[in-house]
């Protein structure tokens, strides 16, 4: 039996490069060429990423049906925002019509088609007529709803849905096709009754029975897009003191989307280019919660311009979805877009640089389905500055398992790559001195320069620094991890660039004494102040997605750290900083608040400002979370003391080199593949020794993956039973605790992690940390070995740490 329409390879080439298609929608429309071809009623689908281009696929397959004879196109949408997105694509003059194609065809919606030079046209065999309408449109009527399509009309001689039905040549088309297969039964009549030719559906995320059913005959995912850089690259945001309130989000998200408009509208002017405007985007649950979140946003320190703030409901007027649809103008106002799930899908614009989810993602089709309003270039492509190409996502738990799960990432986002090595990348040349943190654009400039016999519309995007620091890292590992596979029998491998811990250990000698604040010295007080300094930047922290193709075309997904914004946050004077200083002291409990200790409080107090160069005559302040450690540090100083004067010990140093030498193990396993009590893991990037053995996974092992990512750790050196790091107990016998780690302050930590309940109620345990705060404190009076510092840390703190202040209260 010979084919209805024959596939026409060099046609489909041809609209193709008319329509100047990227290279999946060009497979794409070859493969629906194809499927088209038989003509037996076949229900196919095409899974693109969003932003892709899937507007512009169908726009080339209509112009391909066109140019091989077909004169009726139906393309069924799935609700208004769609329908009228469509409209626009396909009406010559509006600023989204899809231009590039041969034929010009007859646009039949709802509003136009019972006129009656549309009913002559309809019966025209030679006027190709495309069909624009909603599926609500299509499916039967019943008692309780009528449908103007299956009523008789005149200029048609007939129902418009029989017309339909009585077309040999229909071809349907149906955008965002997995919104429409939620009521897939009714649809399924409805086009079934059709007897249409072929029905192609167009979607990023297709059900999982159309998948089972084969019906997906292409398919390229979201990783795909963004190794090949037709996308945006999306980054996590989290705040590094984990505040994650609502008015918090919403004033970090306002200074994330502030930061980036100046760099946005520098390099349009050095490109030449007309101005595009970041803009944020915040999708809510209810209307009751986009209302309030559209007034916090109005606030004077947000964004309390007229027209900054856009909602978007289904309550809103027609010049609120006015300024919608003018949004990618130069002139908008709009700065920040509040919707109530009315834009998840079928609303296609290009600057959206900042996505916040006011709500509980249902799925992770819901989830890509929002993450896809970001992830259009504003500039058409990639230009190498992270500020411009990536979509900042303030965090979300449903984001964070999106992007930070690389076994979901692999599975859901990365899929089987269409055409392995199709894409080869065509250098553009970039001058580029920029920073994505403060907006600020002094030293900024571009000089954007296409190849030879390319042009910066046909040019594809270069290798930004982002991808070139992937490669490298990914070069660094594979590396490493070949040279530790030559090292079997041999020594355990270490982390040459990272040197050894000098540990003091110590012979102690006991005595009693008495306490009272009068033994606390000063100077260790001034000392502790020395480390609160300098107030650290609260500073929202990226995470983005790097997508990459290997040398056979397989994508590799991982996630890479990239340069960070500074947070809001709220402060305290110098004055106020004192005072809750010395009220912390006298209502600890530790000593009677008598004059005498008053005053020696006060002393303290006074030593400890010192050493952290705070003045009250000076214009100072600290962040409220600074502050509090700064309460937490001084007090540890006091009751390391009255503990160390329970006993008060006398010792001599014995300092010992970590680690000692050991036989590279056996069989380790990587780091990434999951947890084995006892066995060898690793490779790690900041322990000294490029293997560590742990007991328990939350406690242990969890701790080491979070050393060795945060930014502040510089190395860390995991300690076992019966090694030369020990600790004196004061009952007799020696305390081995968990790491030592140097942090970027080179303040070196010992560090024991312990299971919820043991760190809560075991007396041994306890007992085990007061001994090492008292070592810890005679290690700091020695003056010999630096700074030293305890931490007993739970496996609930390990899990709610979000960065190295919030793990170790510093």
Request: with cysteine; charged share 25%; glycine share 6%.
């Amino acid at each position: 039996m010979s084919d209805w329409l024959p596939y026409q390879e060099d046609l489909a080439e041809a609209v193709g490069k008319q329509m100047d298609l990227r290279t999946p929608n060009m497979l794409a429309l070859h493969e629906l060429a194809k499927q088209v071809s038989h003509g037996d009623g076949r229900e196919v689908i095409a899974d693109l990423a969003t932003g892709v281009g899937k507007t512009y696929l169908a726009a080339a397959l209509i112009d391909y049906l066109a140019q091989s004879g077909v004169r009726n196109v139906l393309l069924v949408t799935p609700g208004k925002t769609v329908l009228e997105k469509t409209l626009r694509n396909f009406t010559p003059g509006d600023s989204k019509y899809v231009s590039g194609a041969v034929a010009r065809p007859l646009l039949v919606t709802a509003d136009n088609f019972n006129r009656g030079e549309v009913g002559d046209a309809l019966h025209d065999p030679n006027r190709l007529k495309l069909f624009v309408f909603n599926v609500q449109t299509l499916i039967k009527p019943t008692v309780k709803a009528n449908r103007r399509t299956y009523l008789e009309n005149e200029a048609i001689g007939g129902a418009l849905y029989e017309h339909l039905q009585s077309a040999d040549d229909l071809v349907v088309i149906v955008d965002e096709h997995h919104v429409v297969r939620e009521s897939a039964k009714k649809f399924n009549a409805a086009i079934s009754d059709l007897g249409a030719r072929t029905v192609v559906g167009l979607t990023a995320t297709p059900d999982k029975k159309d998948v089972d059913a084969g019906k997906v005959v292409f398919s390229y995912s979201l990783a795909e897009a963004i190794a090949d850089h037709y996308v945006k690259v999306p980054a996590v945001v989290y705040r590094s003191d984990g505040r994650r309130d609502l008015e918090t989000q919403l004033a970090d998200a306002c200074l994330l989307r502030a930061n980036r408009e100046p760099l946005w509208h520098q390099y349009a002017e050095a490109a030449g280019v007309p101005e595009v405007h970041p803009v944020l985007f915040i999708v809510c649950q209810s209307i009751a919660d986009a209302n309030s979140v559209a007034t916090t946003l109005r606030r004077d320190d947000m964004l309390p311009g007229d027209g900054e703030v856009l909602l978007i409901t289904s309550e809103s007027s027609d010049e609120a979805l006015r300024m919608l649809a003018d949004v990618e103008r130069p002139e908008s106002p709009v700065r920040a877009i509040v919707s109530v799930d009315k834009l998840k899908e079928g609303w296609d614009v290009k600057n959206i640089a900042v996505i916040m989810a006011h709500r509980a993602l249902a799925s992770e089709a819901l989830t890509e389905q929002i993450l896809g309003r970001g992830l259009r270039l504003p500039f058409g492509r990639r230009v190498g500055v992270p500020a411009i190409d990536m979509v900042d996502i303030v965090a979300h738990e449903s984001y964070e398992t999106l992007l930070r799960n690389r076994d979901v990432l692999l599975q859901k986002l990365a899929g089987q790559p269409t055409q392995p090595g199709a894409e080869s990348s065509i250098p553009v040349e970039l001058d580029i001195i920029s920073t994505v943190g403060g907006g600020s654009t002094e030293g900024f400039s571009w000089a954007v320069t296409p190849p030879p016999g390319t042009t910066a519309d046909t040019a594809l995007d270069g290798v930004g620094p982002a991808e070139l620091l992937l490669a490298q890292e990914m070069g660094e590992q594979q590396a490493a991890i070949e040279r530790s596979a030559q090292m079997l029998g041999q020594s355990m491998p270490l982390n040459e660039s990272l040197p050894k811990i000098t540990f003091p250990t110590m012979v102690p000698q006991i005595e009693a004494a008495k306490f009272t604040l009068s033994v606390v010295k000063p100077l260790l007080a001034e000392e502790q102040g020395r480390l609160f300094k300098h107030d650290p930047k609260i500073v929202l922290k990226r995470r983005a997605l790097a997508v990459q193709r290997d040398t056979t075309g397989e994508i590799i997904v991982s996630e890479q750290a990239v340069e960070s914004d500074e947070a809001t946050r709220v402060t305290w004077s110098a004055k106020e900083i004192r005072q809750s200083l010395l009220r912390r002291i006298l209502s600890s409990g530790l000593v009677e608040p008598d004059v005498s200790e008053q005053g020696w409080a006060l002393d303290l107090v006074d030593a400890f400002l010192r050493g952290a160069d705070v003045d009250d005559e000076s214009d100072w302040s600290w962040s409220v979370d600074h502050a509090s450690r700064a309460q937490a540090a001084l007090l540890q100083i006091l009751q390391a003391a009255r503990r160390g004067l329970d006993t008060v010990t006398t010792y001599r140093w014995a300092p010992t080199e970590i680690p000692a030498p050991k036989p590279l193990p056996a069989n380790p396993l990587d780091r990434w593949a999951g947890f084995t009590a006892g066995a060898w893991i690793g490779l790690w990037d900041k322990s000294i020794e490029r293997y560590a053995q742990f007991d328990s996974e939350s406690g242990e092992y969890s701790l080491a993956q979070k050393l060795d990512d945060f930014d502040e750790v510089r190395r860390w050196q995991r300690i076992y039973v019966h090694g030369a790091a020990k600790i004196p107990k004061s009952k007799g016998g020696n305390y081995y605790p968990d790491f030592v780690v140097v942090d970027s302050d080179d303040v070196y930590w010992v560090l024991e992690a312990k299971s919820n309940r043991d760190a809560q109620d075991s007396a041994d345990v306890q007992e085990k940390a007061a001994d090492a705060e008292l070592w810890i404190q005679r290690v700091n009076e020695a003056h010999m070995f630096g700074t030293w510092r305890y931490k007993l840390l739970s496996e609930a703190q390990i899990a709610a740490a979000q960065d190295w202040a919030s793990l170790t209260g510093s």
